[in-house]
């Protein structure tokens, strides 16, 4: 049985840090592409930031620059470093797994695994 869970979300103020760590079990983490994706009320769920099992990393616009992926295959684990962070970041934030994902990696309905999510609320 898959499952992924999501950790590490709070409510910080604009301009602080936040780290999501993503975790996955019952699959070969290493053949997955791993996506962290979010949704504020409201709005669709979009993509934030994606590691490809091929080892490529990829960021929104929105995101880059401030958000960093690191993935570590021996732990199953995918951590969102989140700095300088702004209101407009207010959402729940989902860690995905999918084994065939195209390579732009954001696309929601190609992953096949998803967490439950953790919320991130900044203040202004």
């Known amino acids: 049985q898959v499952q992924v869970a999501e950790s590490g979300g709070g409510s910080v103020q604009a301009g602080d840090s936040l780290r999501l760590s993503c975790v996955a079990s019952?699959?070969?983490?290493?053949?997955?592409?791993v996506g962290w994706f979010r949704q504020a009320p409201g709005k669709e769920r979009e993509f934030v930031a994606g590691?490809?099992?091929?080892?490529?990393?990829y960021y929104a616009d929105s995101v880059r620059g401030r958000f960093t992926i690191s993935r570590d295959d021996a732990k199953n684990i995918m951590d969102l470093q989140m700095n300088s962070l702004k209101p407009e970041d207010t959402a729940r934030y989902y860690c995905?797994?999918?084994?065939?994902?195209?390579?732009?990696?954001?696309?929601?309905?190609?992953?096949?695994?998803w967490g439950q999510g953790t919320q991130v609320t900044v203040s202004s």
């Open positions: 590691g490809s099992w091929r080892g490529g990393t």
């Open positions: 995905a797994a999918g084994a065939y994902v195209s390579a732009s990696l954001n696309r929601p309905q190609e992953y096949d695994y």
């Open positions: 019952g699959l070969i983490f290493g053949r997955y592409t």
